[in-house]
């Protein structure tokens, strides 16, 4: 049987599918405040949700016993709580699925050798991404059970980019074995499209924080901050000032809207230099889905904050980075290998 065939690519690709999925869900998790509803983590039990009205009230006692009852949702009916209850539920019940999905085929592909020992080193390696995303997503919930009924926006930043990383090594590796043929690069073009690249994740990282410290309800207008400012006075308050930059909200937001302007000036010369080149269809396609992409980002991003983050328009932003993402990954493997 031929290594590294079609079944490998669409395991890969399912599990790309998956983690799609699971970003999702999480997106919505956060901003209807379920992420704390589950207090204690079972890997196998915690799988089933509770059964009857006598275990929906063990789980609804357990609850009130953690900061976020307390101090914010003490006016919670057992109804109110199931409510929440479902979407952490949900969330940690397709990080299992994926768990599944990814080892049990690769697994049985090691066993029937149909895997390479280099996309065997690969998958090692998505492995381990996988199981540090979970143990991140664990040590997140833990710092909202403490005294704060908020988990820290440093954790979520952590536990979201690295689901974000995971995908595009996943997708990265299924890429290598769809397109196997090697090709003259233009590396210069291409450490561009690695600056851009690490530009984004920036990005990401950013818009995690705003979503961990709900900045996103501050400033909700554009293209300037409150009072018609470009650079409100709130943004720089704190002190030492490198707090203004990690802990502030408004320092916060202040950065992540204004690196979206620097990402499009980055995708905007990615374009602009690929039209002067002789590009392969797929290339074209690349860096053209790029243009589109982060001008749809770009204007979610400023409809999320204007509209001060409804649920639907925090989860299509969270959804539009993936894509974009998705579409940087895509663009930097048909322009590197």
């Known amino acids: 049987m031929r290594k590294d065939n079609n079944k490998v690519i669409y395991w890969l690709l399912t599990g790309c599918i998956l983690i799609f999925i699971m970003v999702i869900i999480g997106g919505i998790t956060r901003l209807t405040d379920s992420g704390l509803s589950i207090s204690n983590y079972k890997l196998i039990t915690g799988t089933i949700p509770p059964i009857g009205e006598a275990e929906w009230q063990e789980a609804f006692e357990l609850y009130q016993q953690y900061p976020e009852f307390q101090k914010l949702h003490s006016h919670f009916t057992i109804e109110d709580f199931k409510g929440i209850y479902f979407w952490e539920w949900l969330h940690r019940v397709i990080g299992r699925l994926i768990g599944i999905v990814f080892i049990i085929p690769f697994l049985y592909f090691i066993a029937t050798k149909q895997l390479t020992k280099k996309t065997i080193k690969k998958c090692i390696v998505l492995l381990v991404l996988g199981g540090f995303q979970g143990f991140l997503g664990w040590y997140m919930v833990k710092s909202g059970l403490v005294d704060m009924p908020d988990v820290s926006h440093f954790r979520l930043a952590a536990h979201l980019t690295t689901a974000f990383l995971t995908f595009a090594a996943t ?55 409150n009072e018609g400012k470009f650079m409100h006075e709130t943004v720089y308050i704190l002190q030492p000032f490198y707090k203004n930059l990690i802990e502030n909200p408004s320092g916060i937001q202040f950065i992540h809207r204004t690196a979206a302007y620097i990402v499009v000036i980055f995708i905007l010369i990615i374009w602009f230099q690929a039209k002067k080149m002789s590009l392969t269809k797929l290339q074209n396609k690349a860096v053209d889905s790029l243009f589109f992409l982060v001008g749809i980002q770009f204007l979610l991003g400023v409809l999320t904050i204007i509209y001060q983050v409804p649920l639907w328009l925090g989860v299509a932003h969270q959804v539009g980075a993936f894509f974009l993402l998705s579409a940087m990954t895509f663009t930097l493997h048909r322009f590197s290998k």
Not at 174 to 184: G, H, R, S, T, V
Request: charged fraction near 15%; aromatic fraction near 16%; proline fraction near 4%.
């Open 171 to 225: 997708l990265w590796v299924a890429l290598d074995l769809i397109f196997p043929e090697k090709k003259i690069i233009d590396k210069k073009f291409r450490n561009l499209i690695i600056i851009s690249y690490l530009v984004l994740i920036f990005q990401i990282v950013y818009g995690a924080f705003v979503a961990g410290l709900k900045a996103g309800l501050l400033h909700n207008h554009w293209p300037f901050m």
